[in-house]
Structure formats: C-alpha cells, structure tokens
C-alpha cells in the first residue's frame, strides 16, 4: 500500500494516508475555550455530568474540564492526565494530556480550558431553602404530653434514618422539626419517605398511624397535588416501663406491631403479650422514673442494696448471670412497699 500524499509504502493507512502523513498537523483532541462548573452555596457539592457530587474544588474542577474533551473518531482515550492551576479565586486553567491509539499507534496529546466556577444552589437546597414539603409526621402520645426523653429519641431515630437514606437519594431531607402542644411534627421532602419512616415507627414501638391527605395545588400540567399527614400516635406504655401483669409486676422489653414481651421482676422469665392486653394493663413505674440503688454486696442469685428512698439494707432477686459489681450502682424500681431490681 501506497500513501496518497507521500507516495511512501506503509503498512498501515487511514483514509489512504501513512500515519505521518495522517498525523501531521492534525488536532487530535479538543476542549472548548472554558466550562463553567457549577457549585451549590449551600452544599457545596459541584454539579458533574448533571450529578450533585460531594467533592474537593480540585477534583471537581479537573473533572469539569474533561467532561467538554472531545478526540477524532479515529482514536480512542487509552489514559488521561489532568492538571489545574488556579488563576484566580473563580477560575482554573486546567491542561489535559492523553494517550490516544490510534490504530497500533499511541500518540500523546495536549490540549487546556479555563474552568470558571459558578455560584448556584442545587435543587434539592432551594427546595429545602424554600421549605419545600409533601409530608408531615405528627408525633403524638396517647397521655396528655409526649415525654422528652422519647421525642428527641425518636427525632434522632428520623433524622439518622434520613441521614442515611439521603446518601443514595438527595431529594431525601427533613424541612422542618417543630414542637408543638402535646408533640412533635416533622416535614419532610418526600411522602415515600414519611410513609417509611411512619412504618418503622408503628413496627418499632407499637404505635399507631393515620394517614390523611390535602389538597395543596395543581402542578403546571394539571395534576393535582396532595400533602400527606401521618399521625403518629404512641402508646402511653414504652419499653422499660414497668407494668402490673396478672397482679405482678413486669418490665415492658419489647414493642412490636402486634405486641410486646414482658420480663417479670420477680423470676425475670419472658411472656409474649398480644397489644390489645398491652393496653389494659396499669402502668407502675414509668422508666424514668426508675431509681438507682449502690450495691452493698452480692451472694448468689441475690444483692443486697443500699434501699434509695431510707438508705436500709435490702435484699434483692436478680437473674442469672447477670453481671453485677460490688460498689457499682444497680436500677431498681419500687411497687408499693416492695424493692425490685430492674434489669
Ligand atoms: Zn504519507
Ligand atoms: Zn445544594
């Protein structure tokens, strides 16, 4: 084979040319004059590729700038070498060099763009800026109020579950968390979200849920918008309460959908109870209520206790194998006259 241009024999053509002939002079790879990367103000993530990535300025800037490199059909990217120089505090020249083959041949390349970073604010923050909600959770107790202690702890259960959820789809956040008389209501971005949240929350601690929707609008193309509320109702009884079964008392271990499971103080053995004989049942002493007792000494399946309330010495059951110190301090709970460890 002959070469059109330089008449050479050569073994290997493109377009009828010899490689020299076909390389010489020719742009192999391009990048446009500058690509303007876009940052959120607010996330501080960069937008790549149409994707919100959390990411250092550097390696966004150098992504950005590959993202506009383009090479001749004829050749293929075998590697790529970036490196970005700031020119000032917005904008980066960044120089690409490549390995491109070319039928048996590998030829470098180089070619450079400015990367101009502009300020934004990603969807997902102007929507959470702009409190953008479809749900609300309403936490709700079947006493008077919801105890402290069990709002922040299932607060902290959301927005942990959310935090982690939001890893793999940023349209996922908490809008709002805000107390109100007899609870908590929490907004979020999306009603999947609240439904599963709602679920966990039914399954986990045995409360109840009501669903209801509202009409809030219509979308430009006509359909109607609806909010979701979820009321969120917890059962007066929580888990380490201590509740009269059969005129004994008992520590609540366990909430589930259906039921719970209960540990008597006296023998520690565990029942299964059926929810609706939860409910029936006279709460002793709440767990906040428990009380902390300096163990004296231990013999056997017994301690012996400095009593909290009269500071007398009092004998106490414990169960098997339960790790107890001399000089440590034990929870107990008192019913009636009676003193009982609470394991
Ligand atoms: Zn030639
Ligand atoms: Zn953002």
Redesign the pocket.
Known sequence: MFCVKCGRDCEEQIDGLCMECFLDGRSLMVLPHHVDLQR??????YNIRDR?TKTTEEDAVQEAALTGLAVIPESQVVSVATMAQAQDDRTYEVKVQADLAIGSYIVQAESSTLVRVKNN??K???RQLGNYYEATMQIRSGEKDLPDDLRDEIVRRIRDSVELQAKNNRQLFITKVQEVPGGVDIMLSSISLARSLTKDLVESYGAESKESASLVGQSSDGIDIYRLTYLVRFPAYHTGDVLEYRGRPYKLTGLSKSGGKLMSLIDFRETSVRKSEIQDLRILVKHGDRKEALVLSRSGKEIQVMHPGNYSTVDLRIPEGAEIAEGGNVDVVQVEDELYYLP
């Open positions: 959120c103000t607010n996330c501080e993530e919100w604010v990603c997902r923050c102007s």
